[in-house]
């Protein structure tokens, strides 16, 4: 948002090196930008509530919203998220590749990254203001990208999918063959 300024008059004023008065425009501008149009979101409670229905990586992601900094950081390394989680290193390395590619995460440091304050970020204005700062000063990791991380999600989905398919058909065929013996049977 921008800050809005305006005009409310004139006044005089006196210039004490030059001796002159000065006629000036009089303007209320305001403070610093304010938040609007957001929702007041209870993170424990949200976590809470979307818990028992959220997989791996959506837990992941409220594992991280919980253990941020004050400034915004997550100071763990893959290795000690999949040890605090109990989620796996594949799991935790490509939850963290798509966050980086959606620009939700930026790689700070080695082992350390942070969430994106325009996202959310707890905490006053000001100290928001100068972690939005520090966040545009991380470049993008531009190797890393969301297309390509939802194609192969994707692509395994579709192959967990097949695999159940072939699975509940094979079930079927049994319980089919089953049925015609069992009918076989009675009719002799």
């Known amino acids: ?25 009089i303007m209320e501008a ?10 007041k979101l209870f ?4 976590i809470n509530a979307l818990e028992p229905i959220a997989n791996q990586k959506l837990s992941l992601c409220f594992w991280i919203l919980s253990n941020l900094s004050k400034d915004n950081l997550l100071l763990y ?30 790689k700070h440091s ?3 990254y942070m969430v994106n304050p325009n996202i959310i970020y707890k ?13 545009s000063q991380i470049p993008l990791d531009h190797t890393t990208n969301c297309d390509e991380i ?7 989905s579709i192959s967990r999918l097949q695999r159940k398919e072939k699975s509940i058909q094979n079930r079927l ?8 013996d069992t009918d076989q049977s009675e009719h002799s």
Request: hydrophobic share 30%.
């Open 1 to 25: 948002m921008k800050k809005k300024n305006r005009v409310i008059g004139t006044q005089e004023f006196y210039n004490r090196s030059t001796g002159e008065i000065v006629e000036m425009q």
């Open 30 to 39: 305001d403070a610093y930008e304010k938040d609007t149009n957001f929702h």
């Open 43 to 46: 993170l424990k409670n949200f």
């Open 77 to 106: 390394t893959y290795r000690q998220i999949a040890d605090k989680t109990g989620v796996s290193y594949k799991t935790v390395a490509d939850t963290m590749k798509y966050l980086q590619g959606a620009d939700f995460v930026r």
């Open 110 to 112: 080695s082992g350390y």
């Open 123 to 135: 905490g006053s204005y000001q100290r928001r203001c100068m972690a939005m700062n520090n966040y």
């Open 150 to 156: 939802r194609l192969q999600d994707l692509q395994n």
């Open 173 to 180: 065929d049994l319980q089919n063959l089953f049925e015609t």
